[in-house]
């Protein structure tokens, strides 16, 4: 039905301080034109009472504000992050504090991004901003372009702050634009709206707040008096909110509700995960966290909505899109885009690249519908498959770590399928950076083992402690180490596999040798091979004598040591493990070296270091060389010994694994100082120092200790054995 009513070049003037709107026909009849009183608008909502902080993201604003004008356009700023982080509370407080800049007044809109009834339209909100600015109903036009051109008409010049609060998409902000240089437009989204970019558009992420400000947000609401005398519940509140604003506001209300409830009482409500969501709700005007999210959730595509959910049942805090597409079962690409999808979303932080989280509230949001969506066997089948992803990781960072070693879990046969490159573990070309990728990952590797001990996974578990040798080994981390070798050691014995027992064992011993426990380290060692005696494995046995001779070696009993080498070269020469024989024969001269048998140290050095040679095992060929070393400055023949010990040193490349070259510049700067070289003993332990403390290695405090000598002649440096 054509309308009576028709709009004819509805562009606003503005005449000596009011709007003068050109005349419209209406029934034929020209009406002349209308003038309409000069309008300020002052549309914002109250600033928030309580806010806290926040200072960087309102720098940011500053900052955007006072360049907005540099580029011929409005001022715009995108404040994005999760459902309840406290977007509008950032926009309106900054918005208010600077209301002298805005002499034009202010207008807002509800974009209904998650309103009951779906996104507003941009016409719908131009027809608002234009009645905002004094405008008459029948003066403003249909079309949405025509209201938008009328818009920017009426802004032309003017200086108007608008909040554009909770919207859909950079389309719909888009449209509602002013075009004046004067004017300041700040949007809220749980979405990243990067297609704003192109507008000018400044984007601030809002994350949680930090601890302090989360305690003085609860302060403020519940009254200093009540937090100040339990200032640990208020704490320990505010972890349990995650820094959230709308949570902590929530768990606020509630004690304000109940003036004499002690804070621990809530605190101990919220401790349980369970519960937690629950916990945050004010049933009487039906706020709660829960609702919030479950309307950002609701919006999710499918695909990336089951992502969500399962994505809740990883085992560590932090993960990448190759664990991600082995949960859900499809390619990594495919995987990243659904990745992208909800760090658009707001329902995970990317926090670097490849690497997303969960908010901690997020996270038991997430929980809650994979527990209601899920079958158990579809949840069991994604933590297991996030688990596999992980152990394959680290098998393969592993096998070029130590590429040499005797290995026993399954997963090392299947290399080729294992070594797949994903955008968060690499296909790593060298040594550092298959360490950088295990060392970067070990904290999940750590929680999927955990994982897997829960699940009564016991053959993941004692593999994922063996593929875990090369980061303990050349990176330390000694806590973790023990704490993955125990593990492994007791899946391996609840599934009766005495090898991967005695391995696990051995490399637990390992940890302690280093920690310069030896007794503790014997302890384990007994067992190691008692296990590999009672599977009847020569190969086992022959790693438990060594590592028995290395204890014995380190307790001081050299008679002892010299006869467990001795019996593991043997077994290594009968198994002919080549490389077992050229280690066995570098540690039966470091013992024979102690016990003052040089000629026969060396001798045994000697054919060390020719069998790695013949198997390109660097490390150990340096190790003999430095051997060698050893011998000649115990007779005294420091020049030699110097010659020797930098000629092992060369073995080692620069950019080998600090582990293998600390050893040799600990003991380089040893000799040059019995040689009397004091600057050669200062470089070589500054050297070592540097590598042990990058390492977290404890022995850096004994070279501290020796540096620290060298400028106090009466303090007797230690050696090492």
């Known amino acids: 039905?054509?309308?009576?009513?028709?709009?004819?070049?509805?562009?606003?003037?503005?005449?000596?301080?009011?709007?003068?709107?050109?005349?419209?026909?209406?029934?034929?009849?020209?009406?002349?034109?209308?003038?309409?009183?000069?309008?300020?608008?002052?549309?914002?909502?109250?600033?928030?009472?309580?806010?806290?902080?926040?200072?960087?993201?309102?720098?940011?604003?500053?900052?955007?504000?006072?360049?907005?004008?540099?580029?011929?356009?409005?001022?715009?700023?995108?404040?994005?992050?999760?459902?309840?982080?406290?977007?509008?509370?950032?926009?309106?407080?900054?918005?208010?504090?600077?209301?002298?800049?805005?002499?034009?007044?202010?207008?807002?809109?509800?974009?209904?991004?998650?309103?009951?009834?779906?996104?507003?339209?941009?016409?719908?909100?131009?027809?608002?901003?234009?009645?905002?600015?004094?405008?008459?109903?029948?003066?403003?036009?249909?079309?949405?372009?025509?209201?938008?051109?009328?818009?920017?008409?009426?802004?032309?010049?003017?200086?108007?702050?608008?909040?554009?609060?909770?919207?859909?998409?950079?389309?719909?902000?888009?449209?509602?634009?002013?075009?004046?240089?004067?004017?300041?437009?700040?949007?809220?989204?749980?979405?990243?709206?990067?297609?704003?970019?192109?507008d000018g558009a400044v984007m601030v992420s809002l994350g949680p707040l930090q601890p302090q400000e989360a305690a003085d947000l609860i302060g403020a609401t519940v009254g200093p008096d009540r937090v100040a005398a339990e200032p640990a519940a208020a704490r320990e509140l505010a972890s349990l909110c995650g820094g959230m604003p709308i949570a902590l506001r929530i768990a606020a209300a509630r004690l304000t509700s109940r003036p004499r409830r002690r804070l621990a009482g809530l605190v101990s409500e919220l401790a349980d995960e369970r519960h937690r969501l629950d916990v945050l709700a004010v049933s009487d005007d039906s706020v709660s966290v829960q609702a919030s999210f479950d309307l950002s959730y609701r919006e999710l595509p499918g695909a990336a909505a089951r992502m969500y959910r399962l994505l809740a049942l990883h085992p560590g805090a932090q993960f990448g899109s190759g664990v991600a597409a082995a949960a859900i079962g499809m390619p990594v690409p495919q995987a990243a885009e659904l990745l992208d999808v909800l760090v658009q979303s707001s329902m995970l932080v990317d926090v670097a690249e490849d690497c997303y989280r969960f908010h901690d509230l997020l996270r038991l949001h997430a929980r809650r519908y994979v527990e209601v969506h899920e079958p158990q066997g579809a949840r069991q089948d994604a933590v297991r498959a996030m688990v596999v992803w992980y152990l394959d990781q680290a098998v393969a960072a592993d096998a070029l770590i130590t590429p040499l070693r005797r290995r026993f879990g399954d997963r090392y046969q299947r290399l080729p399928q294992a070594m797949i490159p994903t955008p968060r573990i690499p296909q790593p070309n060298d040594t550092s950076r298959a360490l950088d990728a295990l060392q970067n990952e070990l904290p999940n590797l750590l929680a999927a083992q955990d994982t897997a001990a829960r699940c009564g996974w016991d053959e993941l578990v004692w593999q994922l402690g063996e593929a875990l040798w090369g980061v303990f080994l050349y990176r330390s981390h000694y806590p973790e180490w023990m704490a993955a070798c125990e593990r492994g050691a007791r899946a391996a014995a609840q599934c009766g596999n005495l090898v991967a027992e005695s391995r696990m064992l051995v490399q637990l011993a390992a940890a302690y040798l280093r920690l310069n426990q030896p007794d503790t380290a014997m302890h384990w060692c007994q067992q190691a091979w008692e296990r590999a005696e009672e599977a009847g494995d020569g190969r086992s046995q022959a790693t438990a004598l060594e590592n028995l001779g290395a204890a014995a070696h380190a307790q001081g009993r050299l008679a002892d040591a010299i006869g467990y080498y001795r019996r593991s070269l043997d077994l290594n020469e009968q198994h002919h493990e080549v490389r077992g024989v050229a280690l066995l024969q570098c540690y039966l001269g470091y013992a024979l070296s102690d016990h003052g048998e040089p000629d026969s140290a060396i001798d045994s050095f000697q054919r060390s270091a020719e069998t790695a040679a013949s198997i390109s095992d660097h490390h150990c060929r340096a190790q003999a060389i430095v051997g060698i070393g050893t011998v000649y400055a115990r007779q005294g023949q420091f020049a030699l010994a110097i010659a020797e010990m930098t000629a092992g040193l060369e073995v080692l490349s620069a950019t080998a694994v600090p582990a293998l070259r600390v050893a040799v510049l600990e003991r380089l700067g040893e000799v040059s100082q019995q040689a009397g070289d004091l600057l050669g003993a200062r470089h070589n332990w500054e050297q070592a120092l540097d590598l042990y403390e990058r390492m977290g290695d404890p022995k850096a405090e004994r070279v501290r200790d020796r540096l620290h000598a060298l400028t106090t002649p009466d303090t007797a440096p230690s050696t090492t054995s």
């Open 1 to 198: 039905m054509k309308r009576d009513v028709e709009v004819r070049n509805e562009v606003s003037l503005s005449t000596a301080g009011a709007v003068v709107q050109a005349g419209v026909v209406h029934g034929g009849v020209h009406i002349g034109p209308a003038v309409v009183p000069p309008v300020i608008p002052r549309q914002l909502p109250a600033s928030p009472r309580y806010f806290t902080n926040r200072a960087s993201e309102l720098a940011a604003l500053d900052k955007a504000s006072a360049t907005g004008a540099i580029h011929g356009g409005p001022m715009l700023a995108v404040v994005t992050g999760a459902a309840g982080v406290g977007k509008t509370a950032l926009a309106l407080s900054w918005l208010h504090s600077r209301t002298d800049r805005f002499p034009d007044g202010q207008l807002y809109a509800d974009l209904s991004a998650f309103g009951p009834t779906g996104p507003a339209t941009p016409g719908e909100i131009l027809g608002r901003l234009l009645r905002g600015m004094g405008m008459s109903g029948d003066a403003i036009p249909l079309a949405t372009a025509e209201r938008a051109a009328l818009f920017r008409s009426v802004t032309a010049d003017k200086a108007v702050a608008l909040l554009f609060d909770d919207a859909a998409s950079a389309g719909q902000v888009r449209a509602l634009l002013p075009a004046s240089a004067h004017c300041v437009v700040v949007v809220t989204s749980r979405r990243r709206l990067g297609g704003l970019a192109v």
